[in-house]
């Protein structure tokens, strides 16, 4: 079993920044791919970005390639999502997520993983 707890969110003027980071309990966090999606209200979940688990590999959507950086620290557990550039649409709420298992060509896929982070909102102002 695996608990998230996502933090950093907040309310941001475009073009600035912020670093959200997601916190994990257990000892096998070194050995998950770790995600981070979003949602908008009345939109879908969608995928931001995604790290392998020995954070040799990351993957990115097309809306945020250039400006979003995923990195991870397994010896403290921590996923970091480092957002500059920040744009009106980058609004939602952000959530980590987890799994054991997650094949790097599906890492997109929400449905890939089983364990997931109450939530940040992240809020930018135009």
């Known amino acids: 079993q695996v608990q998230l707890v996502e933090s950093g969110g907040g309310l941001v003027q475009a073009g600035g920044s912020l670093r959200l980071s997601c916190v994990a309990s257990?000892?096998?966090?070194?050995?998950?791919?770790m995600a981070w999606f979003r949602q908008a209200p009345g939109k879908e979940r969608e995928f931001v970005a995604a790290?392998?688990?020995?954070?040799?590999?990351?993957f990115y959507a097309d809306s945020v390639k250039g400006r979003f950086t995923i990195s991870r620290d397994n010896a403290k557990n921590t996923m970091y999502l480092q957002m500059n550039s920040l744009k009106p649409e980058d609004t939602a709420v952000y959530y980590c997520?987890?799994?054991?298992?997650?094949?790097?060509?599906?890492?997109?896929?929400?449905?890939?993983?089983?364990?997931w982070g109450q939530g940040t909102q992240v809020t930018v102002s135009s």
């Open positions: 257990g000892r096998t966090f070194s050995s998950y791919v």
């Open positions: 997520a987890a799994d054991g298992s997650v094949p790097y060509g599906s890492m997109w896929a929400h449905s890939m993983y089983d364990y």
């Open positions: 790290i392998s688990w020995s954070g040799g590999g990351t």
